[in-house]
């Protein structure tokens, strides 16, 4: 996922509320990433990053790929008002932003978890439920409001170099779970006696 661009942040709010209020939040994030696909690298990418390509050239060419890839009107006029301003550089990051936006409203937290072997089918429940309760918890230590979370979302990544257990990433918070960690911890404990 690309990184936030401030430019980015305005643009993505005001289609997130547009799309949530026409009850359009699946369908513009779906389209929304076929734009992205076809509009990041390559030769659309390089036209609109021009800058002596005239507003009206960029808004026209932004109008054509919207018909081409059938996107509905409401993100159709968004990529060709985001062309005519200059910020078709920034659609991935306005993309990441939506769908992070949409993933907070529905309670969804994402988390890259780590682990040595694949996690079976019988394992991905539990931890989601032990990552959900990790991140409520430390919301409450944090003096945070609490924050709903209905589901965490595994983006799973085998990583040989672990003996066992797991490391999940969830944001800037990491809980080590793996014997790796657990060995670690104890070292320290031993060494300061």
Request: charged share 25%; no cysteine.
């Given at each position: ?81 985001v ?33 040595a072997?694949?996690?079976t089918?019988g ?26 979370i ?44």
């Open positions: 996922m690309q990184a936030s661009a401030p430019a980015a942040q305005p643009y993505a709010r005001a289609l997130f509320a547009l799309a949530r209020e026409r009850g359009q939040l699946d369908e513009v994030g779906r389209e929304l990433d076929a734009v992205v696909a076809e509009a990041t690298g390559g030769e659309l990418s390089a036209f609109f990053g021009r800058p002596w390509v005239s507003s009206a050239a960029k808004r026209a060419v932004a109008g054509q790929v919207a018909e081409r890839l059938g996107v509905a009107k409401l993100l159709r006029d968004f990529l060709v008002l062309a005519a301003q200059g910020r078709a550089g920034v659609l991935g990051a306005m993309a990441a932003d939506f769908h992070a936006m949409v993933d907070d409203e529905r309670g969804i937290v994402r988390a890259r978890v780590r682990t072997v694949a996690l089918d394992e991905r429940g539990p931890l989601d439920t032990r990552l959900a309760r990790a991140l409520e918890r430390e919301g409450a230590t944090r003096a945070a409001a609490p924050r709903r209905s589901q965490v979302a595994i983006e799973e990544v085998v990583d040989p170099t672990l003996m066992g257990g797991f490391v999940a990433e969830i944001g800037g918070l990491i809980l080590d779970g793996s014997i790796d960690g657990q060995l670690a911890r104890m070292r320290e404990r031993l060494a300061r006696g």
